[in-house]
Antibody
């Protein structure tokens, strides 16, 4: 079965960077898109980025351009997101998610358990 | 694309039906004939879970009491007989554009 298991909670100081991992299994890692979505405390879902580990150019939300990078390790079928220049407003749960189908307009079907990132001095 | 959900909250008696709306600022009908509108439920303390894909298709394992309808820019999620386990926040999402967007959510509570 499809599984996305994320790394543990992080506490970072303003200005630092954070890198979150998303270990996948149960499907062909390079064939489906991975999305990253975050949720600030008590708020809704905010989309950040998507990419296809098989080689597509990542697409980033304009809000995070220049501050976010998604990468992957195909040997371990793990996706990563790194967010730099952290601010208190980046405090949120970060989710990785896999698409339902393999084409770029396919929506999200499976979600990781989420990673809490707290940004505080 | 801006996704607008109404109402923002809904209080429902178990066994009664519930309905919520999602409107997109642009058509979600793709040239391939599919409509890229999805519905998710986020139960308290959990990750979102997919209920409906491409506007009207129930995802694997989703109870038949959930149904999605609509086309173009207007969509509806209906729960035919609400159960206590259906509480949470319901989100719609579009993926037709490169940048995905979510609605602000409809919170469903049990009376």
């Amino acid at each position: 079965q499809v599984q996305l298991v994320q790394s543990g909670a992080e506490v970072k100081k303003p200005g630092a960077s954070v890198k979150i991992s998303c270990k996948t299994s149960g499907y062909s890692f390079t064939s489906y898109y991975i999305h990253w979505v975050r949720q600030a405390p008590g708020q809704g879902l905010e989309w950040m980025a998507k990419f296809k580990p098989g080689g597509d150019t990542p697409t980033y939300a304009q809000k995070f351009q220049g501050r976010v990078t998604v990468t992957k390790d195909t040997t371990t079928t793990t996706a990563y997101i790194e967010l730099s220049s952290l601010k208190s407003e980046d405090t949120a749960i970060y989710y990785c998610a896999k698409t339902l189908d393999y084409f770029d307009v396919s929506g999200i079907a499976f979600w990781g358990q989420g990673t809490l990132v707290i940004v505080s001095s | 694309i801006v996704m607008t959900q109404t109402p923002l909250s809904l209080s429902v008696t178990p066994g009664q039906s519930a309905s919520m709306s999602c409107k997109s600022s642009q058509s979600l009908l793709h040239s391939d004939g599919r409509t890229y509108l999805y519905w998710y439920l986020q139960k308290p303390g959990q990750s979102p879970q997919l209920l409906i894909y491409e506007a009207s298709n129930r995802f694997s394992g989703v109870p038949a009491r959930f149904s999605g309808s609509g086309s173009g820019t207007d969509f509806t999620l209906k729960i035919s007989r609400v159960e206590a386990e259906d509480i949470g926040i319901y989100y719609c999402m579009q993926s037709i554009q490169l940048s995905v967007t979510f609605g602000q959510g409809t919170k469903v509570e049990i009376k």
